[in-house]
Each structure stands twice: as C-alpha cells, then as structure tokens.
C-alpha cells in the first residue's frame, strides 16, 4: 500500500474498537429524510460565519440553513490538515488508526469508505469536486469532476528535525485581489454547475434515496480574490489575535519557523484577512446556487442538508498559518444541519467531523459501521435527546512542521493538548476563549489535567508516544523510495 495504511501495516492494534462500537448502536425512529446533500469545504474556520456573529464575512446562505436548523457551534475536524482529515472523514477512523498521518498518505481504498456501507444498505453516493484519493482510487461508486492528488507533498515525511517550506512565506506577501478568478474560484464554480445539473436529473426522473457529497476548495489558500469581492472587505482592518505569540512552545515554535509567518507588515496582515474573508463569501454564492436549485426543484423537503470542512485556518492567530495545530480557528469546523425533522438550535456541547457519517446513516435508517469512531446526532437534531456536555471529542496531528505528535481532547470548557516529549496544554475556552494562557502547570487545575490526559491516553491505541514513534518510522520508510515510485512526480507543496 502505498497510501493510506491499516492499523496492521504500522504496528497498531485494534482492541480501541471496544471502546466505541457501543456508541455506534443506537438506530432512531423512521425519518422523512430520503437524500442527503452533504458540502464539505476545505480550511473554513468556524467563526467566519454570520451565524457565528463575525462581525465582517457575508455568509447569507450558509446563515440560512442556521436560522431554522442546528448549528454546532464546537465541532472539531479528527486532523488539521486535509489529507488525514478527509482520509479519516471516508473511513470513519482515527487518523493513527489508519496511518493516514501526513499529505503524502493519501487514501488508497483500504478501509472502505462510508459510501460502500451506504451503497450495501441501497443508497449510493455521488461525489462532485475534491477527494485527496490517490489517483485511481474509487471510494465511491460515482465520481464527478473528481479531484485528487497528481503528487504526494512530501514535507511531512521530513521531521527529524522539520524544514523550512520552500516558498511558505510567498503565500503570506502574495494575498490581495485579483482581476481573473483563480484556478480554486474557477474550479468551484464547475462543481457548483455539476452539482446543479445532479440535482435536475434526480428532480426529472423523481429519483429518492441518494447521497450527493459536494467537495469544494474555497476557502483554502491561495488567499488571492477576485476584485468583486475582495473589495467588499476593503474597510476591513483585522488583525490576527496572539500575533507575535505570547508562548515559546518548542512545538508551536517549529510550526511558526516552518511557515515562516513571523514579523509579516500590517498591511499584508490585513490583505490577507480581506482575501480570506472574500474567499469564504464566494463559497457562500456557490452553496447559494446549489440550495436554491434544491428548492426550485422540489427536493428541500426530503433531503438533510449537512454543510461543514475538513479543518479551519488561522490566519496568523497565535503567529501561526495553514492550519496544522489545535488552536480553535485550526482544529475547529463550521457544522451546520437543515432539513426535515431538525430542530432550530444552536448546539454547544462538542462534536466531531466523524459525526456526520453516522448522523446521516441515521437519517436514512442505514446500518453504522461499527468501526466508525462518530457518533450520530440524529437524536439531538430531532430533539430524541438533549446533547452530551460530557463529551470528549478527539483530533490529532503527525505532519510537516513538527517533531512530534500533537493530540487534543475537549471536554466541556476544557481543551487539553498533549505533546510527546514536550510540554502539555490547557486552556478554559469559557473563561479564555482567545487560548492565550495555559493552565497545565496551575496546581489549581492539576486535577482536570490529570483527568484529561487520562481520557486521550483511552483514546488512543496503544498511547500517544508508541503513535508518535510509528509515525516518524513510516515517514522515514515513504521518504526512502525511488522518487518514481511517488508517481512519477518528485514534490508538490500543498
């Protein structure tokens, strides 16, 4: 396998399963929902939403399906970093469970996706836009406009010690407007036509039971704009928050030389906000277009509307970019549900990106996996039952920039942030919401610590330093091979 590995392939056991697979049994009443259009974007951090009270993006059509459905208001990817987080979205497992650690461990096929399980239960899945497979790779049984990896990025193979990324700060200058969309901008706007055009098929031929998984790259970098939007942020003046940063944590120190964001000028500061924020408005125009095609074709009724990402983006906060680290603008997603039978609520207690899965077999009365990690939150978007405020939700991170590991647990208004061989984390998000002071060494919170680590150590198998050490041998392994064995290209920064 040249991709994503088992559990069997890096040295790891499955015995985790008997944790979770209890969690994954509960099967609701009948619904009313018959499809499901899932839209999956790509670095959206959570709170460049209206419905997250932003005091600056546009998002009306996102808003909407807030306004009379659930927002989850802390929901977490399972890795900051695309190809682990939509590796592990597919599979339903943890990232070190299927050794999809970095950008070069793209998924190959093995675990099957939950588009199989759907297809076996009677519901197939169409894709439209990005998937980060391996080329080749199916995963579901029909691709549209697909869009995988031509190369493998290979910086995360080299942490020992990490390096500098060629070109990282380029990135950073380079953010502004354009008179021409991008390549991201031209590209999403022929899925949002796909899509569209999907759904009128499904509409002409009176067709239920589908899934339509829509995969957008907006809002991911490059942060460059086109003009008609940009300028709609051109009295916009944000500064990131922490910047420079306040800790001289040896990990997040080694993320910030990676990226080298450091000491970037006010106006770039602000260019790269005003881009970013006209990026997310434009995806906000493309799922316009695609719900109001829902509703023109007499669809809306029948169908859950599921919208998240697979990570966030800081944008300088914590003098950190490109996601990569479990901040809450990083680690943290939007999710929002719509549809028939969801509540209008806004949900506070913590969720995971591995939720949504069997959220949506749920809805469909479809079998869970019982290897899916996820809970489903049919229950709590119909009202079944109250949300658990005692969740843990778990992410974790194994690539470029960093010598070792990085593993997260939030639990109620504590996050707590484990690094092998360094010092730990832990910030109250009620009291600290800006993460800007570490209560890991304060005696007053020696108990929650203590607690948390014992809750992340349950979560992952066999314990975060036997991870960390399968990780780096993997990396050295992949960075071993001829280079035309990666395809026949030698390095793609991504």
């Known amino acids: 396998m040249t991709g994503v590995r088992s559990a069997r392939d890096v040295g790891l056991h499955s015995s985790s399963s008997i944790l979770f697979t209890a969690r994954n049994t509960h099967r609701s009443m009948p619904t009313d929902v018959s499809n499901v259009l899932l839209i999956l974007s790509d670095e959206h951090r959570p ?22 459905g659930t927002h989850f208001a802390n929901a977490y990817c399972s890795s900051p970093l695309c190809t682990p ?12 469970e299927i050794g999809a650690w970095d950008n070069a461990a793209q998924y190959d ?45 290979i910086n995360g193979l080299y942490r020992d010690p990490p390096q500098t990324r060629d070109g990282a700060r380029d990135r950073i200058t380079r953010a502004g407007p ?75 120190e080694e993320l910030r030389d990676h990226f080298d964001g450091r000491d970037v000028d006010e106006a770039t500061l602000h260019r790269t906000r005003r881009a970013y924020y006209a990026l997310c408005e434009e995806l906000d125009d493309n799922v316009g277009t695609v719900l109001d095609a829902l509703e023109r074709l007499g669809l809306s009724d029948d169908t859950l509307v599921v919208y998240t990402s697979d990570h966030g983006e800081p944008l300088g906060d914590h003098e950190t970019w490109w996601k990569c680290n479990m901040y809450e603008q990083s680690v943290g997603i939007p999710l929002l549900v719509n549809g028939p039978g969801v509540e209008n609520a806004t949900v506070e207690a913590p969720v995971s990106l591995l939720d949504v899965v069997p959220t ?27 949300p658990d405020r005692t969740r843990a939700v778990f992410s974790e991170y194994h690539a470029h920039g960093t010598s070792h590991g ?16 360094n010092p730990d984390q832990l910030f109250d998000l009620i009291a600290d919401p800006q993460e800007v002071t570490n209560l890991a060494d304060d005696p007053a919170y020696s108990g929650v610590r203590s607690r948390l680590e014992a809750r992340l150590r349950e979560r992952v198998d066999p314990d975060p330093e036997t991870v960390d050490r399968l990780a780096h041998e993997d990396q050295r392994r992949r960075r071993e091979r001829p280079v035309d064995e990666w395809w026949g290209v030698e390095r793609e920064q991504a």
């Open 178 to 252: 354009t008179d021409t969309p991008g390549d991201h901008e031209t590209a999403d706007r022929r899925r949002t036509e796909r899509a569209v055009e999907w759904l009128e098929s499904k509409a002409a031929n009176d067709e239920d039971g589908w899934v339509l998984s829509l995969n957008y790259i907006l809002p991911h970098f490059p942060l460059t704009a086109e003009r008609s939007y940009y300028e709609r942020y051109a009295d916009v003046e944000d500064q990131p928050h922490d910047y420079p940063a306040g800790d001289d944590h040896p990990i997040l």
């Open 47 to 68: 709170d460049t939403l209206g419905a997250s009270d932003h005091p600056h993006v546009s998002t009306p059509h996102l808003d909407s399906l807030a306004a009379d």
């Open 406 to 421: 990085i593993f997260m647990l939030r639990q109620g208004p504590y996050k707590y942030v484990y690094y092998p061989e």
């Open 360 to 386: 949506m077999a749920d809805a469909l009365d479809i079998e869970s996996d019982e290897q899916w990690r996820g809970l489903s939150q049919w229950p709590v978007l119909t009202g079944e039952r109250p």
């Open 109 to 153: 096929g093995d675990p099957p996706t939950w588009g199989a399980q759907f297809a076996n239960e009677g519901v197939k899945t169409t894709t439209v836009g990005k998937l980060d497979f391996q080329p080749g790779v199916q995963g579901f049984p029909e691709q549209l406009l697909p869009s995988n990896f031509d190369a493998p990025d």
């Open 85 to 96: 987080s939509r590796a592990s979205f597919v599979t339903g497992r943890y990232v070190h």
